[in-house]
């Protein structure tokens, strides 16, 4: 689902370009995507999904498609909301296990990093230092080792500070040049769509590990 949705502001810019056999071509990929997105009933990857329809739509020059996009995406809302038969929706998300879950590896994950500040449990190790960090409330007797489900926190507590500093930077410096580069020159639309990824990617490293 993450894939897919970061996808898709770089397809819809590459349709736009093309001709009308390749736009029909890339419509129905993305068509055949946002299905795909919304069949694996993934609420992270479903906020994601909204987030980067949201920023195409305001990046669009004309008021009437902002509005379009904006009634169309609030229309999106409603309809998930009637069609989603997932058992563990957004409501009562203090019973939800997943959620719980999530919560517990994150917390788990700031008591790495505060266990070691400067080199954090090494890459990739924090699914193994899990069980020693999980707080013994958070620990819901599920799964014994769990990736930390939020990329930044992951950072932190994998690679600590320095690591966390470097991935950020980097972020920040790709979305700022994105944002230079779509105020003039041939690649400015393609620029706009990096930036949507970028900002979807954003969205998406808040519920997931996806550090590397």
Known sequence: AYG???LLPL?????GKS???????????????LV???LTFS??????LFAVIGLIGWKQKSMIIRVAM????????FVGGLYWNRKQDFKDISQDTTFNQRIATIRAGIRMFEAHPVLGVGPGCSIVAYPLYVPPEAHCGCQLQLVIHNSFIQLL???AFPGFAAFTLLLAASLRD???MQKKGPLAPYAGALEVALWGCVVCALSGGFTY
């Open 4 to 6: 897919l949705l970061i």
């Open 11 to 15: 397809t819809l810019t590459v349709a």
């Open 19 to 33: 001709r009308w056999p390749m736009r029909i071509l890339l419509g129905i990929v993305m068509a055949v995507s």
């Open 36 to 38: 795909a997105i919304f």
């Open 43 to 48: 609420r992270g990857g479903l906020l994601g």
């Open 70 to 77: 904006l009634l169309g995406l609030i229309g999106a809302l």
């Open 157 to 159: 507590s994998e690679l």
């Open 178 to 180: 994105a944002w230079r």
